[in-house]
C-alpha cells in the first residue's frame, strides 16, 4: 500500500485565484510527478522531480509551477486559475531502479468558475 | 519517443467471464517496462500488473495476467472471472528502463478503455 496524500480533494474556485496542490508521500521516493487528466482522457505529465531542487517540465504545457524543497513534499501552483485549468490533478511517487512503479495519490479534482 | 494506443473505448463483460483488454506501443527504447492501472470512478489510479521487456514470461498478479508479444508490441491485460467491481478505466503505459535515457522515470499512458461488468 502506497502512502501518498494530495490534498485537497475537491476544489471550486474563481478565476484569477491563486491555488496551490498539496501532495505529500512518506516513503522516502526520490521521484515525483504530476499529471494532468481530463474526464475520461489519458493523464499527460505537466511536471516531475527527481530529487530536492530538481524540477522538470513534462510533455504536456501547463502554467502551473512546482516546488522540491523537501524530499517528501511536492506541491503545485497556479498563480492565477482560470476555467481552462479546470481538470483533475493527480501527483504519484517512484523510488528509482528499473522495475519500480508510480503510485499514485487519490488526485484533486479543480473546477475554475 | 514513445506511443501506447489503446483501440477498444469500451468493452463489456459478463460476472465470471474473462475479458482481454488490448495495448500496442511503440518505442525506441532497448529496454522498457509495460505498466496496467486501473482507475474507477473515484479516480485513483490503482497499479494492477508490470512486465519488463526483457522477461522470458508473461506476468500475472492473481486473476490479472499480461499477454505479451513483443515482436508485435502488444501488451494486453486479461482479467479472468470478472467482478463487478472490476468496472473502471484501465489505462496501459510505458517507460523506459535505461537509466540516462529520455523516458526514463517517465510514463506515457494511453487513452484507457472503459470496462463495464454485468451481472
Known amino acids: 500500500e502506497a502512502d501518498i496524500y494530495q490534498t485537497p480533494r475537491y476544489l471550486v474556485i474563481g478565476t484569477g485565484k491563486k491555488i496551490t496542490l498539496e501532495c505529500s508521500q512518506t516513503m522516502g521516493h526520490d521521484k515525483m510527478y504530476w499529471y494532468q487528466q481530463d474526464p475520461g482522457m489519458e493523464l499527460h505529465l505537466i511536471h516531475y522531480s527527481y530529487g530536492v531542487n530538481s524540477t522538470e517540465k513534462g510533455d504536456l504545457s501547463s502554467e502551473s509551477t512546482v516546488s522540491r524543497i523537501r524530499t517528501e513534499h511536492f506541491p503545485l501552483t497556479l498563480e492565477s486559475a482560470r476555467p481552462s485549468h479546470t481538470s483533475q490533478y493527480l501527483c504519484?511517487?517512484?523510488?528509482?531502479?528499473?522495475?519500480?512503479?508510480?503510485?499514485f495519490g487519490p488526485g484533486t479534482r479543480l473546477l475554475v468558475l | 519517443a514513445q506511443k501506447i494506443t489503446q483501440t477498444q473505448p469500451g468493452m463489456f463483460v459478463q460476472e465470471k467471464e474473462a475479458v482481454t483488454l488490448d495495448c500496442t506501443y511503440d518505442?525506441?527504447?532497448?529496454?522498457?517496462?509495460l505498466f496496467w492501472y486501473k482507475q474507477p470512478s473515484s479516480g485513483e489510479m490503482i497499479f494492477l500488473i508490470y512486465q519488463g521487456s526483457y522477461d522470458q514470461q508473461n506476468a500475472t498478479e492473481g486473476r490479472y495476467s499480461l499477454n505479451f508479444q513483443k515482436a508485435r508490441k502488444s501488451a494486453n491485460l486479461v482479467i479472468s472471472a470478472s467482478q463487478l467491481g472490476d468496472s473502471a478505466m484501465y489505462f496501459c503505459a510505458m517507460r523506459g528502463l535505461h537509466a540516462g535515457g529520455t523516458s526514463y522515470g517517465k510514463l506515457t499512458f494511453g487513452q484507457g478503455t472503459i470496462l463495464t461488468v454485468h451481472p
Open positions: 504519484a511517487s517512484m523510488r528509482t531502479g528499473s522495475w519500480e512503479t508510480q503510485y
Open positions: 518505442t525506441s527504447d532497448p529496454s522498457y517496462g
